[in-house]
């Protein structure tokens, strides 16, 4: 079965400075997704991606947050200047058109220090 | 507001015996309901769509709309169904755009 891909599978910085977390989603899906899960806690949305442009954000994804597709293959989760409350594990996740079944990544689990 | 409630952080039973994992949902529309499962060290993945309304693994759950449950069932558990279950409810209009998680329940399945 095809698979999302995610690097790193751990991340570790300072706080305020700047992480990004990529994805490979799968080849022929259109649509896009973040997800984090601080631990102890259940996995929130965070943004959605169709068409090049956001579709959803949550109230987490505020302007620190980015997203981007830069070239055919990888989507890309970037937090401007980490805090401490961003350590979680961040899934990503695509989806085919008509789609049944929304595919997740192994995470990223992000430790800001 | 849109919430999906799972109330037990654990449920541990005997292989063989029956399982029911809760989740009540709290929608104003009518939204489609999933469960996933995370096995150890392994990613989210799909167990079953309220839509489809097939049995996978030999779990099943039925859409109580009156009761706003979705509650996940299996007639004899299996030491291999030890993972954690969460129920997910999407906004039908929406589609996929997001999906809501509950908290989630860990099951143990004890020989």
């Known amino acids: 079965e095809p698979e999302v891909t995610q690097t790193p599978s751990h991340q570790v910085t300072q706080m305020g400075q700047e992480v990004i977390l990529r994805c490979v989603p799968i080849?022929?899906?259109?649509?896009f997704y973040w997800y984090r899960q601080i631990l102890g806690q259940k996995v929130e949305f965070l943004v959605s991606?169709?068409?090049?442009?956001?579709?959803?954000k949550s109230e987490i994804f505020d302007d620190q947050f980015s997203v981007e597709r830069p070239d055919g293959s990888n989507f890309t989760l970037k937090i401007r200047s980490t805090k401490l409350e961003d350590s979680a594990m961040y899934f990503c996740a695509s989806l085919g058109q008509g789609g049944e079944k929304l595919f997740f990544g192994s995470g990223t689990q992000l430790s800001v220090l | 507001a849109q919430r999906v409630t799972q109330p037990e952080k654990l449920l541990s039973v005997f292989k063989g015996a029956p399982v029911e994992l809760k989740c009540n949902y709290s929608y104003s529309g009518s939204p489609e309901l999933f469960w996933y499962v995370q096995y150890s060290r392994q990613r989210l993945q799909l167990l079953l769509r309220h839509i489809s309304r097939e049995s996978i693994k030999g779990f099943t759950a039925d859409l109580n709309k009156g009761e706003t449950s979705f509650h996940l069932k299996k007639p004899f558990a299996q030491e291999e169904d030890s993972a954690m279950y969460y129920c997910?409810?999407?906004?039908?209009?929406?589609?996929?755009?997001?999906?809501?998680f509950g908290a989630g329940t860990r099951l143990a399945v004890h020989p």
């Open positions: 991606f169709y068409n090049n442009e956001i579709s959803e």
């Open positions: 997910a409810l999407t906004p039908v209009s929406g589609g996929y755009n997001k999906l809501i």
């Open positions: 080849s022929n899906h259109l649509y």
